[in-house]
Protein backbone atom coordinates (compact mmCIF):
# COMPACT_ATOMS: atom_id res chain seq x y z
CA UNK A 1 0.00 0.00 0.00
CA UNK A 2 1.14 3.96 -0.86
CA UNK A 3 0.56 6.79 1.01
CA UNK A 4 -1.93 7.84 -2.19
CA UNK A 5 -4.00 4.23 -1.48
CA UNK A 6 -4.02 4.76 2.19
CA UNK A 7 -6.20 8.18 1.72
CA UNK A 8 -8.62 5.82 0.22
CA UNK A 9 -8.33 2.81 3.36
CA UNK A 10 -7.81 4.90 5.94
CA UNK A 11 -10.05 5.06 8.47
CA UNK A 12 -10.08 6.82 12.56
CA UNK A 13 -9.32 4.10 15.17
CA UNK A 14 -10.70 4.38 18.57
CA UNK A 15 -10.03 1.00 20.45
CA UNK A 16 -6.38 -0.37 20.27
CA UNK A 17 -4.82 -3.23 21.40
CA UNK A 18 -2.02 -2.95 24.54
CA UNK A 19 0.36 -4.45 22.64
CA UNK A 20 3.70 -2.83 21.69
CA UNK A 21 5.30 -1.94 18.28
CA UNK A 22 8.31 -3.60 17.36
CA UNK A 23 11.36 -1.64 18.15
CA UNK A 24 12.21 -1.89 14.09
CA UNK A 25 9.66 -0.31 13.64
CA UNK A 26 10.08 3.19 14.91
CA UNK A 27 13.63 3.44 13.88
CA UNK A 28 11.80 3.18 10.46
CA UNK A 29 8.92 6.31 11.14
CA UNK A 30 12.18 8.74 12.37
CA UNK A 31 13.77 7.48 9.17
CA UNK A 32 10.16 8.67 7.71
CA UNK A 33 9.83 11.78 9.50
CA UNK A 34 13.40 12.72 8.44
CA UNK A 35 11.77 12.83 4.80
CA UNK A 36 8.81 15.00 5.27
CA UNK A 37 7.69 17.12 2.80
CA UNK A 38 6.74 20.11 4.48
CA UNK A 39 4.19 23.05 2.83
CA UNK A 40 7.15 25.83 4.20
CA UNK A 41 10.53 24.81 5.13
CA UNK A 42 11.41 27.76 7.37
CA UNK A 43 8.80 26.75 9.88
CA UNK A 44 10.21 24.81 12.62
CA UNK A 45 9.09 21.83 14.52
CA UNK A 46 9.44 18.51 16.32
CA UNK A 47 7.65 15.50 16.81
CA UNK A 48 7.38 13.21 20.42
CA UNK A 49 6.18 9.98 20.80
CA UNK A 50 4.76 9.10 24.26
CA UNK A 51 5.19 5.29 24.84
CA UNK A 52 2.04 4.47 27.15
CA UNK A 53 2.65 1.24 27.84
CA UNK A 54 5.65 1.90 29.60
CA UNK A 55 4.88 4.81 31.54
CA UNK A 56 1.94 6.15 33.07
CA UNK A 57 0.17 8.18 30.19
CA UNK A 58 0.34 12.29 30.67
CA UNK A 59 -2.21 12.82 28.07
CA UNK A 60 -5.36 14.06 28.99
CA UNK A 61 -8.39 15.60 27.66
CA UNK A 62 -12.05 15.21 26.06
CA UNK A 63 -12.77 13.01 23.98
CA UNK A 64 -9.08 11.18 24.81
CA UNK A 65 -9.09 7.85 23.19
CA UNK A 66 -6.60 5.34 25.27
CA UNK A 67 -3.96 4.19 22.76
CA UNK A 68 -0.65 2.54 23.34
CA UNK A 69 1.41 5.31 21.67
CA UNK A 70 0.75 8.96 21.25
CA UNK A 71 2.68 11.39 19.05
CA UNK A 72 3.12 14.73 19.32
CA UNK A 73 3.73 17.76 16.96
CA UNK A 74 5.72 20.61 17.87
CA UNK A 75 5.82 23.78 16.07
CA UNK A 76 5.78 27.30 16.39
CA UNK A 77 2.16 28.73 17.15
CA UNK A 78 -0.03 30.95 14.23
CA UNK A 79 -2.13 30.27 10.72
CA UNK A 80 0.52 28.85 8.45
CA UNK A 81 2.15 26.85 10.86
CA UNK A 82 -0.88 25.25 11.66
CA UNK A 83 -1.43 24.70 8.08
CA UNK A 84 1.91 23.52 7.99
CA UNK A 85 1.44 21.07 10.88
CA UNK A 86 -1.61 19.65 9.38
CA UNK A 87 0.29 19.35 5.63
CA UNK A 88 3.26 16.85 8.27
CA UNK A 89 1.10 15.04 10.43
CA UNK A 90 -1.05 13.77 7.73
CA UNK A 91 1.72 12.11 6.14
CA UNK A 92 2.99 10.71 9.27
CA UNK A 93 -1.00 9.70 9.69
CA UNK A 94 -0.62 7.60 6.10
CA UNK A 95 2.48 6.25 6.58
CA UNK A 96 1.42 4.77 9.61
CA UNK A 97 -1.91 3.16 8.07
CA UNK A 98 0.83 2.04 5.07
CA UNK A 99 2.60 0.06 7.94
CA UNK A 100 -0.75 -1.41 9.40
CA UNK A 101 -1.74 0.71 12.36
CA UNK A 102 -4.27 2.60 13.28
CA UNK A 103 -4.08 6.24 14.16
CA UNK A 104 -6.70 9.05 15.95
CA UNK A 105 -6.38 12.63 15.78
CA UNK A 106 -6.71 14.58 19.67
CA UNK A 107 -7.19 17.43 19.00
CA UNK A 108 -8.66 18.26 22.73
CA UNK A 109 -5.68 16.66 23.77
CA UNK A 110 -4.18 18.15 26.88
CA UNK A 111 -0.39 17.52 28.05
CA UNK A 112 0.76 18.78 31.65
CA UNK A 113 4.04 18.64 32.57
CA UNK A 114 5.79 17.43 28.62
CA UNK A 115 8.85 19.63 28.00
CA UNK A 116 8.23 21.64 25.48
CA UNK A 117 11.44 22.19 22.54
CA UNK A 118 12.81 25.46 22.50
CA UNK A 119 10.19 28.13 21.55
CA UNK A 120 7.66 25.42 20.34
CA UNK A 121 4.10 24.56 21.61
CA UNK A 122 2.30 21.13 21.26
CA UNK A 123 -0.13 21.63 17.48
CA UNK A 124 -2.00 18.19 17.90
CA UNK A 125 -1.40 14.53 19.38
CA UNK A 126 -1.98 11.59 17.83
CA UNK A 127 -3.33 8.37 19.32
CA UNK A 128 -1.53 5.20 17.50
CA UNK A 129 -1.00 1.47 18.01
CA UNK A 130 -2.65 -1.74 16.53
CA UNK A 131 -5.94 -1.83 15.84
CA UNK A 132 -8.63 -3.39 17.92
CA UNK A 133 -11.19 -4.11 15.30
CA UNK A 134 -11.19 -3.07 11.84
CA UNK A 135 -8.54 -0.84 10.93
CA UNK A 136 -9.29 0.27 6.71
CA UNK A 137 -12.38 0.92 5.22
CA UNK A 138 -13.65 1.21 1.71
CA UNK A 139 -13.57 4.69 0.45
CA UNK A 140 -17.99 4.71 -0.46
CA UNK A 141 -18.48 3.53 3.49
CA UNK A 142 -16.61 7.20 4.67
CA UNK A 143 -19.33 10.04 5.78
CA UNK A 144 -18.31 12.56 3.85
CA UNK A 145 -19.89 15.14 1.88
CA UNK A 146 -20.21 14.45 -1.86
CA UNK A 147 -18.22 16.64 -4.72
CA UNK A 148 -21.17 18.39 -5.57
CA UNK A 149 -21.02 19.87 -2.30
CA UNK A 150 -17.80 20.43 -2.13
CA UNK A 151 -16.59 21.74 -4.96
CA UNK A 152 -17.96 24.50 -7.43
CA UNK A 153 -16.77 23.27 -11.21
CA UNK A 154 -16.19 26.53 -13.01
CA UNK A 155 -15.08 25.06 -16.05
CA UNK A 156 -15.13 21.43 -17.31
CA UNK A 157 -12.30 19.61 -16.03
CA UNK A 158 -9.96 16.43 -16.61
CA UNK A 159 -10.77 13.22 -15.09
CA UNK A 160 -7.26 13.36 -12.82
CA UNK A 161 -8.83 16.33 -11.40
CA UNK A 162 -11.82 14.69 -10.34
CA UNK A 163 -9.73 12.51 -8.85
CA UNK A 164 -7.35 14.77 -6.74
CA UNK A 165 -10.57 16.34 -5.73
CA UNK A 166 -11.79 12.78 -4.76
CA UNK A 167 -8.68 12.22 -1.94
CA UNK A 168 -9.43 15.49 -1.13
CA UNK A 169 -12.85 14.68 0.09
CA UNK A 170 -11.88 11.42 1.85
CA UNK A 171 -9.62 13.89 4.31
CA UNK A 172 -10.52 14.04 8.15
CA UNK A 173 -10.96 17.37 9.68
CA UNK A 174 -12.06 17.66 13.59
CA UNK A 175 -15.62 16.29 14.29
CA UNK A 176 -15.30 15.60 10.33
CA UNK A 177 -16.32 19.10 10.18
CA UNK A 178 -15.21 19.28 6.59
CA UNK A 179 -14.37 22.94 6.63
CA UNK A 180 -13.27 23.57 3.40
CA UNK A 181 -14.65 24.30 -0.08
CA UNK A 182 -13.16 24.53 -3.98
CA UNK A 183 -13.46 26.72 -6.86
CA UNK A 184 -12.67 24.23 -9.63
CA UNK A 185 -11.20 25.88 -12.81
CA UNK A 186 -8.92 23.76 -15.62
CA UNK A 187 -6.10 24.76 -14.25
CA UNK A 188 -6.34 26.16 -10.80
CA UNK A 189 -8.53 25.04 -7.36
CA UNK A 190 -8.91 27.91 -4.91
CA UNK A 191 -9.36 26.24 -1.19
CA UNK A 192 -11.45 28.56 0.72
CA UNK A 193 -12.86 27.64 4.06
CA UNK A 194 -16.24 27.73 5.81
CA UNK A 195 -16.88 30.88 8.65
CA UNK A 196 -18.16 30.41 11.77
CA UNK A 197 -17.44 26.46 12.87
CA UNK A 198 -17.17 27.25 16.62
CA UNK A 199 -16.11 25.37 18.60
CA UNK A 200 -13.53 23.81 16.23
CA UNK A 201 -12.60 26.95 14.24
CA UNK A 202 -9.35 26.79 15.74
CA UNK A 203 -8.44 23.78 14.06
CA UNK A 204 -9.21 25.37 10.56
CA UNK A 205 -5.91 25.61 9.56
CA UNK A 206 -4.68 22.24 10.34
CA UNK A 207 -7.98 20.95 8.45
CA UNK A 208 -6.52 22.45 5.80
CA UNK A 209 -2.99 20.95 5.46
CA UNK A 210 -4.27 17.67 5.54
CA UNK A 211 -6.91 18.65 3.02
CA UNK A 212 -4.03 19.69 0.96
CA UNK A 213 -1.55 16.53 1.96
CA UNK A 214 -4.30 14.39 -0.07
CA UNK A 215 -4.58 17.01 -3.01
CA UNK A 216 -0.99 16.77 -3.33
CA UNK A 217 -0.40 12.63 -3.14
CA UNK A 218 -2.92 12.71 -5.76
CA UNK A 219 -1.42 14.96 -7.96
CA UNK A 220 1.53 12.73 -7.73
CA UNK A 221 -0.09 9.84 -8.75
CA UNK A 222 -2.24 10.98 -11.72
CA UNK A 223 2.06 13.27 -12.58
CA UNK A 224 0.31 16.62 -12.27
CA UNK A 225 2.83 19.01 -11.25
CA UNK A 226 0.96 21.44 -8.83
CA UNK A 227 2.25 24.56 -6.23
CA UNK A 228 0.40 26.92 -3.71
CA UNK A 229 0.43 29.93 -3.84
CA UNK A 230 -1.93 33.02 -1.85
CA UNK A 231 -3.51 35.26 -4.42
CA UNK A 232 -4.23 39.38 -2.86
CA UNK A 233 -6.23 40.07 -5.36
CA UNK A 234 -9.24 36.98 -3.85
CA UNK A 235 -7.89 37.42 -0.22
CA UNK A 236 -9.02 41.23 -0.20
CA UNK A 237 -12.43 40.17 -1.30
CA UNK A 238 -14.90 39.75 1.24
CA UNK A 239 -17.12 36.54 0.86
CA UNK A 240 -20.04 36.04 3.03
CA UNK A 241 -19.62 32.84 4.82
CA UNK A 242 -16.20 31.41 3.36
CA UNK A 243 -12.83 32.28 4.19
CA UNK A 244 -10.17 32.47 1.48
CA UNK A 245 -6.80 30.38 2.56
CA UNK A 246 -4.72 29.66 -1.02
CA UNK A 247 -4.92 28.60 -4.49
CA UNK A 248 -3.53 25.17 -6.40
CA UNK A 249 -1.85 26.00 -9.53
CA UNK A 250 -1.14 23.18 -12.02
CA UNK A 251 2.21 23.81 -13.50
Not at 170 to 187: C, D, E, H, I, K
Request: net charge positive; aromatic share 14%; with cysteine.
Amino acid sequence: MTLYEAVFKRRSVRRYKKEPLPPEFFKNLRKFELGLQPLNSAIPYSVEIIDALSQETKVRGLFRVKAPYYLVFFSEPGEEAEKNAGYLMEQLVLYLTEKGVGTCYQGLAKLPSIPEPDGLKPLMVLAFGYAEGELYRESFKARRLSLKELCVFREPVTDETRLMMQAARLAPSAMNGQPWRFMVYQNRIHVFAKKERLPFSRFTAFDIGIVLCHISLAAEEVWRDISFERREQIAVKEFKNNQYFLSIIFI
